[in-house]
């Protein structure tokens, strides 16, 4: 069962519990060191702070976690610590509610099961070393304190088996939800949107490197499996190279990848020059002019600032592109038959990557008449 609103609110009475259970059982207590270690242990404040720190440093994705989620969950580890200390035993996994709470908050926030399972293990090792200063100070025989450090170890497996049923549960909306975050992300990196803490956030997140360069990128439209196609493709190439990221989104795809990537067939791509994190929008905007003006010359391949040339200003500025068609077009349709016979072998040749034999082949015309009507 996923923790609910009302077993929200009965968290903190069961944690009152603890401290309650704790007290009943001293009425009986057959090792009074015990009791007050377990008791030293539920109360201890000293390790929470270095708790925190060790677990931002060891695990990137925590940064997600805010640093009150994290003092709640150590403290709640320390209590749950202190009752396997008190009964000798560690609880069975459908009794670590703390677990469950810790695995649906860490997930809500975007961090991975694996990284959920491992900031226990940091946690529970912080604790395992208090445990053991604290059990010279209340003079805890040494012969009994290695069984409760390996009491602590057997704790951290139940608590993962506990994690992974809750992970069980919550995964496939967790999935989902993290998908929309990072396509978020994503959308806010090419529109330049985000500030400095969400793109310092994201790039831990996503491991992207700050500092690198990225190339942009947007295909031209065509149907969703085709899309997919070329995502599964890119994806599949760079993944040797570096991190990649890649949103299909209104019939294309879009995206950040770590080098400039090879032609796809049938896929016409435009690239931003790379840039850094922060120059990220200001490339990828220059990729969706190389794109507009890609599709009114090409069907397909690879293209740049660099590929197009001057022709990436023709959709851009409108005046521009009225000025070539009346200086170039409008005489040739003014001179009756013989100008659509120029423009028609004129587009053939240019099709034909400048070829005249292959403009003479695929427009049945002899070379010579080609050369003519190339020359005028």
Known sequence: MTITAMERIAAPKREKRTSAMISAMSAQPPRPQLLQLARALEGDTTVIEPTVVKIWAEIPSYAAASREQLEASVRRNLRLAARAVLAGEVPPPAEIWEAEQATVERLSAGIPIVDVMAGFRVSIASIEDRLIELAADVDVPSREVIPLTRLLRQLGDAFSARAAAAYRQQGVAVALAEQRRRDRWLVDLLSGRQDAGELEHGATFYGLGRGKSYIPFTSASRDAADVEELQDTLASRSREAGVSLMLPLDDQLIGVLPDAPGPVAGHLIALGPPATLEGIAASYARARRVLAAAVLKCDDGIHTLESLGWRIAVPAVPELAELVRERYLTPLRRAGDFGG????????????????????EASHTHVNTVRYRLSR
Do not use: A
């Open 341 to 360: 016979d120029v423009e028609q072998i004129l587009r053939v040749y240019l099709d034909n990557e400048r070829s005249i034999p292959r403009t003479s």
